[in-house]
């Protein structure tokens, strides 16, 4: 009895270890990722990029902020490889090096004023390797989250890498919010935005301690014993699996649009067109994300207890609905309908978001699940985010606001066929 008490104990530490470990490591890999989209939308534009049209100016913000989610499909690739070949421990390890490195640099790098040319092409090498780190993040994460999960609970571990971004972003706009607070805004502008930037060396060290004392998960370990690794895994995805990697890369895409439509964009039009203080619209976005942070594990529980299918379909269809409504929340200015959109957005997006933890590992066999989910995942951050807020910047020129609110409908469209086209996936075996 003492024996299988210590054995109970032990399994236990080491499910919160593997808990804790996947949690961190996305809040990480998002907070460096939600502090650039961010600063995006308020200092990027007019430290980096030379001219007096503020709207030129947040159009070449946004172009940057979409070289990352080009490069984030190169990072599955890479880091699928050797997470399929070698492990999903060490290759996690790597990828939260590659992106802390990068997002530390970019604090440091010089402006326009100071370095010229130099200055906006050193910040798109550095986007470049922020979105391969991040590419290779998220799939090790979910991964060691669900390997590691009983059968009818891989939505509930898989839920927990998803709660990695709504923290993150906490986290990013917290920070943010703060220094506006305390430094003002001319030193914040001046100086201040590179201080998240530079703070996530601190936060690397810390996801990489937690990192390297897990073991292996138990599928990888399985398939590398019996010898059933893939040679290029990414060659396999494509040849054996490229129906479900349709699949899922087109089911990601009402998270991707919903996310950053109402964080990226609508920062910068609410601030920029609309007025409302720098100050107020990220303490409103704070408040929001608590939102998608509540229904994350709501949308968990219900993806274990009636299927990923059902659950994600009824978000898709919410969402669809929700872009009709962007034009009179968004576009009246007063931050109390601000708060009531981002808020429903964001909550949509913890919605369609969580079951995606479980769903695109299920879609692949182990031996090249890493690349499979990790491709799928970022192949849906282009076709959902790389170009939404510089699309929607370039919607709200030509159409006005309702065009945005179309670009959510149509978003959310694609991602309710790519689900109706599944087959449920929460029997299927790990």
Known sequence: ??????????????????????????????????IYGTAAALVIGGTFFPGGDPSLQALSAFLTFGIAFLARPIGSVLFGHFGDRIGRKSTLVGSMLVMGCATTLIGALPGYAQAGIAAPVLLCLLRLFQGIGLGGEWGGAALLAVENAPR???????????????????????????????????????????????????????????RVTLAETPAFVAAAERGDRARVPIMEVLRDHGVPLIQGSLAM???????????????SYGTGVKHIPRIDFLGLLCMAVMFMALATPISALLADMIGRRPVLLAGCAMAALSGLGLPRLLGSGDPFDALIFLSMELALM??????MGALLPELFPTRVRYTGASTAYNIGGILGASLAPSLAQLLLLRGGLPWVGDYVTVAALISFLAVLSMKETQSSAL
């Open 1 to 34: 009895m003492a024996a299988e008490r210590v054995e109970v104990a032990q399994a236990q530490v080491s499910t919160a270890r593997i808990v804790l470990a996947s949690l961190v490591g996305t809040t990480i890999e998002f907070y460096d990722f939600y």
């Open 152 to 210: 009818k609970q891989r939505a509930w571990f898989g839920m927990f890498p998803q709660l990695g971004p709504p923290i993150g972003f906490l986290l990013a706009n917290g920070f943010f919010l703060a220094l506006l607070l305390g430094l003002g805004e001319e030193r914040f502008l001046a100086f201040g935005w590179r201080i998240p930037f530079l703070a996530s060396a601190v936060l690397v060290g810390v996801g990489l301690y937690v």
């Open 253 to 267: 895409v009402v998270c991707y649009a919903l996310f950053y439509i109402s964080t990226v964009f609508a920062l």
């Open 350 to 355: 913890g919605f369609t978001f969580a079951p």
